[in-house]
């Protein structure tokens, strides 16, 4: 019979059932090497440190890859008990492969958390070094010990960072950009000061010997050597009264002098209204107590040139 003929199909069970385990088994192979690529890439990617970190992590991932290189391929595609196997254990590998992509990826990511706050950190203690680098000629005369304690609290610092431990590193420098913060503004304003007083020391010799004929018997030298913020002190021959002595403080100026009485405040004067003439420190003379003890006091100072001893910061002799 001539013409177009048209019928329903179908299959039998047991050919169906084997159709659609071929079609499992070849999304579960997608499947797989889109899991094998991400893992072998994680894999590829983890930086060194994280490596040391995941051991256990990365053993896993490689036993996962070495299993999915043994997984066999079925002979017989017509066995539909074999298909079945095959795909329960393809779906079961692509779930633990799945898991193990997660657990790469997480590691990664914290580790590049961790690298990330190791480098702010030690972006902070570079700061801090070079901080105290600038400011330790001033910090070493005026807090030697407080910096030697900053130093050695530092130099355990880059090994605690590298070991994560963050909390440690975080709260000790915090603790010593605090104190830096503090401390510095105070050592600035008494090195202001003793640069100051070294330039009154300078103002009182020439005053004494160009002006008053006095000889200088001990150039400005401390009190105590071993202490900066102690006296400054100086001595003068008056010849006819004596000796005289100035002990410059990083306050005030205290003049101890057998010159008698009635020439006493003439010759204070004198030196006063000189050096408030020639260099610009006004000083007022006062007794000083119920000794009489002389004292001159810095009540104001212009903008003081750079001598040379203010240049090198240190008093005379």
Request: proline content about 4%; aromatic content about 4%; overall charge neutral.
């Amino acid at each position: 019979m001539s013409g177009i003929k048209c019928s329903d199909y179908s299959l039998d069970r047991d050919r169906l059932a084997l159709q659609q385990a071929v079609s499992r088994i070849s999304l579960s192979e997608n499947r797989l090497k889109g899991v094998c690529k991400h893992l072998t890439r994680q894999l590829d990617q983890l930086p060194e440190s994280a490596r040391r970190n995941g051991g256990d992590l990365i053993r896993r991932a490689r036993q996962w890859l070495d299993e999915l290189s043994k997984l066999p391929v079925p002979d017989d595609v017509g066995n539909l008990g074999n298909l079945e196997a095959l795909i329960s254990e393809m779906e079961s590998l692509s779930r633990s492969g799945g898991a193990l992509v997660e657990e790469l990826t997480r590691l990664k990511d914290q580790e590049e958390q961790r690298q990330r706050e190791a480098a702010a950190l030690l972006n902070r203690l570079r700061t801090l070094t070079l901080e105290l680098d600038g400011a330790e000629p001033l910090l070493a005369t005026w807090c030697g010990d407080t910096l030697a304690t900053w130093r050695r609290r530092l130099t355990g610092l880059p090994g605690a960072i590298e070991n994560s431990d963050f909390s440690t590193a975080r709260n000790t420098l915090e603790d010593l950009e605090t104190a830096f913060r503090q401390l510095w503004p105070q050592v600035q304003a008494r090195e202001a000061r003793h640069r100051q007083r070294l330039y009154v020391a300078e103002a009182l010799q020439k005053v004494c010997c160009e002006e008053l004929g006095f000889k200088e018997i001990q150039p400005p030298c401390l009190e105590d050597p071993q202490d900066p913020a102690s006296a400054l002190i100086c001595r003068f021959d008056t010849y006819n009264d004596g000796i005289v002595s100035f002990r410059l403080t990083l306050e005030d100026i205290q003049a101890d002098s057998c010159i008698r009485e009635n020439r006493c405040l003439n010759e204070f004067e004198t030196l006063s209204q000189q050096l408030q003439e020639r260099f610009g420190v006004k000083t007022r003379f006062r007794p000083a107590g119920e000794g009489g003890r002389p004292r001159l006091t810095r009540r104001d100072a212009r903008d003081l040139p750079q001598t040379a001893a203010s240049q090198t910061g240190k008093p005379h002799g």
